[in-house]
């Protein structure tokens, strides 16, 4: 078994669920500031973990190879709602999926942590 952690920082209690073709199970409420560790088989294809929040329109979508790759997942919330900080397992630096505001979280929390 492999695991990833996800890292709540978007301000919003999400909700983590694993499925596919729309039919998901909740794995985990996760609070802001929280993280929640995801155990998986790299070995079990065609999952995707869907993470939301009541108040938020969109939830965001991520497939289990995005989750194999990386061992965190750090979820923010922008102008357009949940985005992804992903940290591959091959890497010490965060890389973001779509937007530039996650590189400069991801650094900004990143200075945060230190200074704790």
């Given at each position: 078994?492999?695991?990833?952690e996800?890292?709540?920082?978007?301000?919003?209690?999400l909700?983590?669920?694993?499925?596919?073709?729309?039919?998901?199970?909740?794995?985990?409420?996760?609070?802001?500031?929280?993280?929640?560790?995801?155990?998986?088989?790299?070995n079990?294809?065609?999952?995707?973990?869907?993470?939301?929040?009541?108040?938020?329109?969109y939830?965001?979508?991520?497939?289990?190879?995005?989750?194999?790759?990386?061992?965190?997942?750090?979820?923010?919330?922008?102008?357009?709602?949940?985005d992804?900080?992903?940290?591959?397992?091959?890497?010490?630096?965060?890389?973001?999926?779509?937007?530039?505001?996650a590189?400069?979280?991801a650094?900004?929390?990143e200075?945060?942590?230190?200074?704790?």
């Open positions: 078994m492999n695991t990833t996800v890292i709540n920082r978007s301000g919003h209690r909700t983590l669920k694993e499925g596919n073709a729309g039919v998901y199970c909740t794995l985990a409420e996760i609070s802001d500031g929280e993280s929640f560790t995801v155990s998986f088989d790299p079990h294809t065609y999952r995707e973990y869907w993470i939301g929040a009541t108040d938020i329109d939830p965001l979508i991520v497939p289990s190879d995005e989750v194999s790759e990386c061992e965190v997942i750090t979820i923010i919330c922008n102008d357009k709602g949940l992804c900080i992903m940290t591959p397992r091959a890497c010490s630096s965060p890389c973001a999926r779509s937007s530039p505001l590189l400069f979280l650094k900004f929390f200075l945060f942590r230190k200074t704790k």
